[in-house]
């Protein structure tokens, strides 16, 4: 995948992300695209690890795991901010 093609999926992954989970998170739509660019990678990387395949391009699959990755960073991240 291209990198216009990350940055959409990063916008879809992130903004569902934050729509399942929703919550007040400092940031903007800036922070939600890098959180799901991010997700979508460590999605991918988790989902090769168990054997579910990877981010191969916009289809449910990879929507998939890419929203499950981006739900992971996100709840690190509030994580860590709430720490903080």
Do not use: E
């Amino acid at each position: 995948m291209g990198i216009i093609s990350w940055i959409c999926l990063g916008l879809i992954a992130g903004a569902l992300a934050k729509w399942i989970m929703p919550g007040k998170d400092p940031g903007g739509w800036i922070v939600t695209i890098v959180i799901g660019i991010v997700g979508a990678m460590l999605g991918g990387w988790i989902g090769t690890m168990i054997g579910l395949g990877d981010v191969s391009g916009f289809n449910l699959k990879s929507v998939g795991i890419a929203i499950v990755g981006s739900l992971i960073l996100l709840g690190g991240y509030r994580a860590v901010k709430t720490l903080m």
